[in-house]
């Protein structure tokens, strides 16, 4: 834990992974879902040579998509993408109680699924972490308005959460990925902004919140996995 504070709105996202690391050394790790937002940021810190580690956290549901992705980041950068991946009694278990589509049937049992993916592998990444840093921003959701770009985690211990592209838009997003041709999830070209697990993840329309299509059956104040709170 640190008392460490930065006035993160100042700087931009380069900037702020740079002081960052000057503060905490290689203790930070990027969390790497495969999205847009994840993509940009593991080329700034290939880009500026900063001792970040990168971590993905492998549901087992993930589309094929996503896991090509993997293997061209692990190409064109070099880096190794540590994976966390559920515990295998408790999740045998939701299987065998509930079946493989309990979070189609309530909010409850999503963030049970939800819990057992994914939020208790990122607690494991998370372990011997001085911080992390995600790819939120603050136009994609009610829920991510009032995102900081610099915060402290409670939830692991007061870690340092980074959010480096909280004040990105979209178009500033694809702009970086085309002139420094990122390689991204083909899901994006398929109509999904957001990319989260197969089953969980459909194209949103014309229109539609950036994140419409993460748990498009429930509410959208409640459209969190539980790793952001």
């Known amino acids: 834990m640190s008392d460490h504070r930065v006035d993160g709105e100042s700087l931009d996202a380069a900037a702020l992974l740079t ?8 203790g930070l790790k990027l969390a790497c879902s ?44 070099g880096i ?11 999740l045998q278990q939701l299987l065998q109680l509930k079946g493989p589509g309990s979070f189609y049937h309530s909010i409850e049992n999503r963030r049970e699924c939800c819990h057992l993916r994914k939020v208790e ?16 921003r603050r136009e994609q959701s009610v829920t991510r308005a009032s995102l900081p770009k ?6 692991h211990g007061g870690i340092a959460k980074l959010n480096p592209l909280a004040d990105w838009t979209e178009a500033q997003v694809w702009d970086y990925i085309k002139a420094h041709r990122v390689p ?9 902004p957001s990319i989260g697990c197969a089953p969980c993840t459909r ?27």
């Open 19 to 26: 002081e960052a690391v000057g503060h905490f050394g290689d």
């Open 121 to 136: 592998p990122l607690s494991r990444a998370l372990a011997d972490a001085a911080g992390w840093i995600t790819g939120q």
């Open 150 to 155: 610099w915060e402290t985690d409670a939830t």
């Open 184 to 192: 991204y999830n083909k899901l994006h070209d398929q109509g999904f």
């Open 34 to 77: 495969f999205g847009a937002e994840d993509v940009v940021l593991l080329d700034l810190i290939a880009q500026n040579k900063l001792p970040i580690s990168v971590f993905v956290l492998d549901t087992g549901r993930l589309h094929q998509e996503t896991y090509d992705l993997w293997e061209q980041l692990n190409q064109r950068y």
């Open 203 to 229: 194209a949103i329309e014309p229109g539609e919140d950036l994140r419409a299509g993460r748990w498009w059956w429930e509410n959208p104040e409640q459209k969190e996995c539980g790793l952001h709170k």
């Open 80 to 90: 190794k993408i540590v994976a966390y991946t559920p515990q295998t009694e408790p």
